[in-house]
């Protein structure tokens, strides 16, 4: 009898360890994911994205895929992010780049 297991591996290298992947490109980029890693992977929770504005997700339950600037994901999310939650309004900040990086991770279930 076999066994179904859930998604518990993702990264952006196909030839990371010797598991059958399954793509999938979110804004872009590849995402490379099985649920062959049964002995040393961890089940998927979701993919989220963060920023140096406002870590809400933190690295040891979470895996950072991809990282990019912080006003590329301001502009794909338009007035959307960060209402009244930082001391100061991030989308008329010309210098948002130097505060840190945006971030897509992927995490645990949980966090």
Known sequence: MGYSYPINYVTLYSS????NYKEYAI???KIYYTNE???DGKVLGGFFVDSDL???YNIG???IIDTSKISELLYSNKNKL???SLNF???KDD???KKGKAYLKWCIPGV
């Open 16 to 19: 990371e360890k010797n598991y």
């Open 27 to 29: 804004d872009g980029v």
């Open 37 to 39: 890693a049964i002995d």
């Open 54 to 56: 406002m870590i809400k």
């Open 61 to 63: 339950e979470c895996q």
């Open 82 to 84: 960060y209402k009244n």
């Open 89 to 91: 309004e991030p989308y």
């Open 95 to 97: 210098n948002i780049d």
